[in-house]
């Protein structure tokens, strides 16, 4: 009925409009008028009384679908497909596993964001649900996978670290706590490496009381990581640079009590003693009493 209307304005509006637009010569705006009132008729024609369909699919038929599309590897698909099945049938006991699967498949497509509310959703419907150290640990994955040199924010590290402490907290038994403990040490190591090197920045810049700052920092809070031999010798430079040989010979002494056969010993023996050693000399009989002879004076 909308269509028939139209079509009857259109000639009604081409028999007077458009011989008077003839009349004035204008071709160009005939062109233009006639797209225009061609255009309204397709639209009317569209905006009709016709609505869509909502086409409702058993919940196995949609599950399967989806699980069909995470075996095809096109994880995007199969994510909306997975949200589908909570969407048309969320009180089905596989409206719960699709939620997780949803996380996962947006986990597999690298969209770490949605992965991460599609798990959180997860997590606070179903905090006792048998699977949910699984999606910690797929969380905390989102994040792990995101982290960056240490040259850059650390937001994700800190989220991560974050996640996976909560998991080897909540389910220390689950089989997923030995691999995030495994992640976490690395996590900490990825941030003391963070501070040592805004430490070293800062010591570039002869700002040592900063760099100090941040290099007691790595000691105190990352004593597990790698960095901490370094740190120790950094500070003995640091507070050599300030002029406080006794606390310089301290932080030398504890380098060395922890870590006697590392490169970061011999450097710090070399700044406090003021002399040049050969590497070769760790073993010396004499050298090796040195810390001995420190711990007797001090």
Known sequence: MRITTLAETFNVVMNSGLTKLMRAGSCLRVSRFMVGV??????????????????????DVLYNEAQDLMDDKKYNAAARKFDEVERQHPYSK?????????????????????????????????????????????KALCYYEQISTVDRDQQMTVNATKTLNEL????????????????????????????????????????????LNRFKLVVERYQTTTHVPEALLRMTESYLAIGLVNEAQKSASVLGHNFPGSEWYVDAYQIVEGRVIRAEEIDDPWYKSWYQSLENIW
């Open 38 to 59: 061609f255009c309204l008729m397709l639209l009317a024609a569209c905006s009709g009384d016709e609505e869509l369909v909502y086409l409702e699919e058993g919940v």
């Open 94 to 138: 596989w409206a719960t596993k699709a939620q997780l699967m949803s996380g996962y498949a947006y986990y597999q497509a690298n969209r770490y964001d949605d992965s991460v509310i599609a798990l959180d959703r997860f997590i606070q419907l179903h905090p006792s649900h048998k699977d949910v150290a699984y999606a910690y640990y797929l």
């Open 168 to 211: 080897v907290t909540r389910f220390p038994d689950s089989k997923y706590a030995r691999d995030a403990k495994v992640k976490m040490d690395l996590t900490f190591d990825h941030l003391a490496g963070k501070e040592m090197a805004i430490g070293r920045y800062y010591q570039g810049q002869k700002q040592h009381l900063a760099a």
